[in-house]
């Protein structure tokens, strides 16, 4: 069992299981945060049932530690790949051979992870550690997260704008990130075979495809309407 | 009189085999750790011997020259091997396959050898089976067997077109088992320059290591070979580019026998030749004949018009056609033997009727027209898709509209070194394996036998008549060759010999010397051969030589990777066997299997074999550069069978 | 088979012995056919070098029909050239166009060092299939063929995956320069028969140990192996290599 971890395949199991964790964790993620549609009250109030409910707060650790994990055990993999070709290719043409979200999966996650941090900074630190506005919805006072993301998204002229694109394209990094990480978990688990894989493929992809979109939204929710 | 003693059993035929094990010495376990064998080669034979010796516990020196055991040249072979399973119950035996074997020979090989051969096949299947070779399977979960040119009987065991390729894997996989264990020392990238002899025993090898140029000496007890056959000495061939004959060479010019050299294989389905660049020919399976009818223009000048591009084949109507097989062996039709077949092809080229835009016109249609409008294309698509594919990607053309291209091309080699029962050469301690033998297949081999006798020798064989030798070897202690004075000199000589390679500094590259030779063996000593072209040859051959030696040019250094200087150690020797060729060739009085003289066939242009004259193997010693080798004559004797005069004309 | 004839230049990699420095050479050869294979022009190319005084290129090759896995060459970007399901040997020069520059390389990855020129050192496959790439049994002794029969399915799938020649173009192309195609083709090979099945584990955990430590880096399921493959290896054998190992781990 010790070497397991050290192997590269123990390895990729452990960024596997984090990366599947995740998927799980933004599936939550987004549907708390599509209530934003449903107006302030509703939000405030799925956010309010994030910040409290005592299984999401425990999931929390959890959730830092899955990120963690993934992130370092991508860079301690990537490390190894990148010098386990010590002298390059002159010539390489993989435009046809596989795809390029394939290939620039360290990037798609340096990036995704760039704006996490900015992300974090923004909402979670604010609304753990910061000062919030409070409300009251059907008589419970709570946090008005919803002013906070609506002021987030146009309350800043410009830099709002800007605020929106990267979050968009971060979104879409994220997505494009998961449409190679969905079937490829499952490959790196031992759960694919050739029908399998068509099958998980397009599966992430629709998953891929809901999560840019719907994180998407957001912005444009508040840019538009 | 002659001093060849072939060593066959007493006994009845059937009994021989099972009578030699029970009377022969073996080693005892402790005492195989203290033996040293060397297996040059990792073909079927080779590593299969190298494997089972191993697993017996002697200590194994395996030696290849390409970057690993698993891309020797066996791994070519693509229709399937043989054994007498009788599975589909149609009636094989263990004498059926010994049988059609002899027969298939011509009655030119020793029969009590074949009859082993025919005895251990079937415990080949088991082998491979057990090693997690995936032969093809029916639906019942039980083995396929297909029919294969030669045989009444469904006995060809096959995993898809690569049989040759899943056996090799699966002896290579025991290898690698072997040499994991540290049982085998594995030397790769490592040709063999020389064999040492002491006190006139074989006691290992002298070795050239391709990476680095370094030349080393090996000790062993036995020294086996197993270094495939020499059929590249024709240049164009199915074999691969680095098969070679210098193993058997050297080892003739030490005084090992070569037997029957002149008894080589021309394949009739390979793809024709399409330039002078030309560097190997591919072969298309026999099996295509199966379906496919072979034809070429009754005119001359529509023959003409093909070949200038001017026309295609599609142009030229039915009654316009000649399907000379169909006509001239009504019984056999498509399906005659591969002698028979290739001979034909080229009967009719010469006669200026060939379709090929190469230098001699040689190339015949091979035509799926017909099977496609009576089984559909679908039907034959399942039977032949992977070969039309490959035959398309070499040549642009699609056999399912325009008919294949083919024309016969040298493939296997009969002869080889010399051998007794027990496989040892006239050179004690000497072994000889698989194709590099002379042993099973007489004067024209079967298909689908080459990869059975291979296995045969290297799984159960060898590894048996081995220690029939070795266990008088058991006082003879390990030596360090760098103390042994036979070893020092063979160095000498092979580091002189190169110098003198080197040395020539001429203008002519190896390549050129090797078409040069190539073409006047394919043209003399090929398909049609007469006294007069032979002797030509052998003058044109002389002649090759002395050019050789005189301006070979070979660039780069001697003490480290020379590709070119690796070709032309193995094309000096070539040069040799061809001439040793044409001389066996041109003694042989008769047509057999693969030898055809143009004075000896019948009215009606088929074999006259002479059986009066030429049933013997003819075996040449070796005497000195600048004398003829001496001719010894191994009388064979058919004890259970009757010799017959093959015909295929009627059934 | 209409072959024409065409010029090329060529940028080839050169490079004395495995210690001393590389660097790219460029040679133009003329009229060479289209109906030749890429071997073939490399031939002309030595030839014409050998004719010159100069030591020709060094590149591996044996069988030259693709199936001994002998060659190799990293041509315009692709292993084994820009054609699919083919190796080196069986490249045809009608892939290419009259005045056409062609790279070409030697495979590259830490674990396949380059002996000379176009040569490289690929042992670590045979290191890799001598940790486990077998079914323990010695000569004599096993049971009749037809003893044990297989589904066809499984067996058909064997076949598929022992269709693996052993050349590398995996790893060449891999991004990663992973060894995990050509691992999974023998594990899964020998897993799916029932010859194979009892020793699949070890032989899974054994031959990824050793793997790990040649030097090749990880797989990432890009894919790229399986397209250059040109024997069209499935990654469904990444897969179940994967599993067995995962199985493997959890027995112990
Ligand atoms: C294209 C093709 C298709 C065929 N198809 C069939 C078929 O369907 N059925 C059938 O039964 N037979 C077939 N044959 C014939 C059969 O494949 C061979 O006869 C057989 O495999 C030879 O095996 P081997 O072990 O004797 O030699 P090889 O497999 O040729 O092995 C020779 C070994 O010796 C080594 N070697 C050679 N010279 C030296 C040297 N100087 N120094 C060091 N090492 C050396 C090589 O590295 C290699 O390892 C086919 C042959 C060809 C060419
Ligand atoms: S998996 Fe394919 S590319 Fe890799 S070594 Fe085997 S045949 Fe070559
Ligand atoms: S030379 Fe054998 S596969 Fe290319």
Aim: with cysteine; charged share 20%; proline share 3%.
């Amino acid at each position: 069992m010790s070497s397991f971890f050290t192997s590269s395949i123990g390895k990729k199991f452990l960024m596997s299981v984090s990366g599947l964790f995740l998927v799980v964790f933004l599936a939550v993620h987004l549907t708390a945060n599509l209530f934003i549609l449903g107006g302030p009250d509703a939000f405030n109030q799925s956010a309010h049932f994030m910040g409290t409910n005592p299984i999401i707060t425990l999931m929390q650790p959890i959730l830092a530690f899955g990120f963690l994990l993934h992130i370092i055990y991508s860079l301690i993999i990537q490390i190894k790949n990148w010098k386990s070709r010590p002298v390059k290719y002159k010539k390489v043409d993989q435009s046809e051979t596989s795809t390029w979200a394939s290939r620039n999966m360290i990037w798609l996650g340096i990036f995704v992870f760039g704006f996490l941090t900015v992300h974090i900074i923004n909402f979670f630190y604010v609304i753990k550690f910061g000062e919030m506005n409070m409300i009251t919805v059907n008589g419970v006072e709570m946090e008005d997260s919803y002013k906070l993301v609506a002021g987030l998204f146009t309350d800043f002229g410009a830099i709002s704008y800007i605020y929106s694109a990267v979050y968009i394209i971060s979104f879409i990094a994220l997505g494009l990130h998961l449409h190679h990480a969905f079937w490829s978990a499952f490959q790196t688990l031992g759960l694919s075979n050739i029908a399998w894989r068509k099958r998980l493929s397009v599966l992430g992809d629709i998953y891929a495809i809901i999560v840019a979109a719907g994180f998407t939204i957001i912005p444009l929710y508040f840019l538009l309407f | 009189m002659t001093k060849l003693n072939s060593k066959i059993p007493e006994g009845l035929l059937k009994d021989k085999w099972s009578n030699y094990k029970a009377h022969q010495n073996l080693v005892n376990p402790s005492n195989k750790r203290k033996l040293d064998i060397i297996v040059v080669g990792t073909g079927l034979a080779g590593g299969a011997a190298a494997a089972s010796l191993a697993e017996l516990g002697f200590k194994v020196k395996n030696f290849c020259y390409q970057d690993s055991p698993r891309r020797a040249h066996s791994i070519a072979a693509q229709g399937g091997i043989n054994a007498a399973k009788n599975y589909p119950n149609d009636g094989d035996t263990v004498y059926r396959l010994f049988y059609d074997t002899i027969k298939g020979g011509d009655y030119r090989s020793r029969e009590s050898n074949v009859y082993r051969l025919a005895e251990v096949s079937n415990d080949i299947i088991d082998q491979a089976t057990a090693q997690g070779v995936p032969f093809a399977r029916e639906y019942s979960g039980l083995l396929d067997n297909r029919s294969f040119g030669g045989a009444l009987v469904s006995r060809t065991f096959y995993a898809r077109g690569q049989t040759g390729q899943q056996l090799l894997l699966g002896a290579y996989s025991a290898l690698s088992r072997q040499i994991g264990l540290g049982n085998v020392t594995m030397y790769n990238r490592t040709e063999l320059m020389d064999i040492v002899i002491v006190d006139g025993k074989a006691r290992g090898i002298v070795t050239r290591n391709l990476i680095t140029g370094e030349i080393e000496s090996h000790f062993a007890h036995a020294v086996v070979l197993g270094t495939g056959g020499y059929v590249n000495a024709y240049f164009l061939s199915t074999n691969a580019m680095g098969s070679n004959g210098s193993a058997s060479w050297k080892a003739y010019k030490k005084g090992a026998f070569f037997a029957n050299p002149s008894f080589v294989q021309i394949h009739p389905t390979a793809i024709p030749q399409h330039g002078e660049f030309q560097s190997k020919l591919t072969l298309m399976s026999e099996s295509l004949r199966n379906d496919g009818r072979i034809w070429v223009p009754k005119n001359l000048e529509d023959a003409k018009a093909i070949r200038e591009g001017k026309k295609k084949a599609t142009d030229i109507p039915e009654d316009q056609r000649d399907f000379y097989l169909e006509r001239r062996y009504p019984a056999f039709g498509n399906l005659v033997p591969r002698d028979v077949a290739a001979r034909a092809a080229k009967e009719r080229t010469d006669a200026g009727y060939g379709i090929e835009n190469n230098p001699a016109g040689e190339g015949v249609y091979l035509d799926f027209k017909y099977a496609i409008e009576r089984l559909g294309k679908n039907v034959i698509e399942e039977r032949y898709g992977n070969l039309f594919q490959m035959y398309e990607k070499i040549t642009d053309d699609n056999p399912y509209i325009t008919p294949m291209k083919i024309f016969p091309a040298l493939h296997y080699a009969m002869g080889g070194t010399w051998v007794d029962y027990e496989l040892q050469t006239t050179i004690p301690g000497l072994f000889s394996i698989g194709e590099a033998n002379f042993s099973d297949h007489g004067a024209n081999r079967l298909g689908a036998s080459a990869l059975m006798q291979g296995l045969a020798d290297g799984y159960f064989v060898l590894p048996y008549t081995i220690q029939n030798y070795l266990a008088y070897e058991i006082g003879t202690p390990r030596s360090n060759p760098k103390e042994v004075k036979e070893f020092k000199e063979a160095e000498e000589s092979v580091k002189s010999y190169l110098n003198k390679l080197m040395g020539i500094k001429g203008k002519t590259s190896v390549d050129t010397f090797h078409k040069r030779l190539g073409h006047v063996m394919w043209n003399n000593v090929g398909m049609a051969r007469t006294e007069e072209g032979l002797k030509e040859a052998i003058a044109e051959i002389q002649q090759i030589k002395k050019d050789f030696w005189s301006d070979l040019k070979i660039t780069g250094e001697i003490n480290a990777m020379n590709v070119e200087l690796e070709k032309a150690n193995r094309v000096a020797d070539f040069i040799e066997i061809g001439e040793l060729m044409a001389r066996d060739a041109l003694n042989r009085n008769e047509s057999c299997g693969g030898h055809f003289r143009l004075e000896y066939q019948t009215d009606e242009g088929e074999a006259m074999r002479r059986d009066d004259k030429f049933m013997y193997v003819a075996a040449w010693e070796y005497k000195g550069d600048d004398q003829e080798p001496e001719l010894h004559k191994e009388e064979l004797k058919y004890e259970g069978i009757e010799v017959k005069t093959r015909n295929y004309k009627s059934a | 088979m209409s072959s024409k004839t065409i010029n090329i230049k060529l940028k080839v990699w050169r490079q004395k012995d495995a210690t001393t420095k590389g660097k790219f050479e460029n040679y133009e050869l003329s009229e060479i056919s289209t109906a030749s294979s890429f071997l073939e022009m490399m031939d002309v190319l030595n030839e014409k070098l050998v004719g010159e005084g100069n030591e020709p290129v060094a590149f591996d090759h044996d069988c030259r029909e693709g199936i001994c896995g002998m060659c190799s060459l990293f041509v315009n970007g692709h292993a084994h050239g820009p054609d699919t399901l083919v190796t080196t040997c069986q490249l045809h020069m009608r892939k290419f166009k009259d005045d056409e520059t062609i790279t070409i390389e030697p495979w590259r990855a830490g674990g396949f060092p380059v002996i000379k020129d176009l040569m490289v050192d690929r042992n670590a496959f045979e290191k890799i299939m001598q940790a486990g790439g077998f079914v323990s049994v010695s000569t004599g002794g096993v049971p009749d063929a037809n003893a044990i029969p297989i589904p066809k399915k499984d067996s058909d799938e064997a076949m598929d995956a022992a269709s693996c020649i052993g050349c590398g173009a995996c790893v060449a192309t891999c991004k990663n320069s992973s060894a995990m195609l050509f691992v999974s083709a023998k594990v899964s090979q020998l897993a799916l028969l029932p010859q194979g099945k009892l020793e699949a584990s070890r032989r899974a955990k054994n031959m990824v140990a050793v793997m790990d430590e040649l030097g090749f880096g990880n797989c990432s399921n890009t894919g790229a192996c399986e397209m250059e493959c040109p024997k069209g290896i499935s990654l469904a054998h990444i897969a179940r290599l994967n599993r067995e190992f995962l199985v493997a781990t959890i027995k112990e």
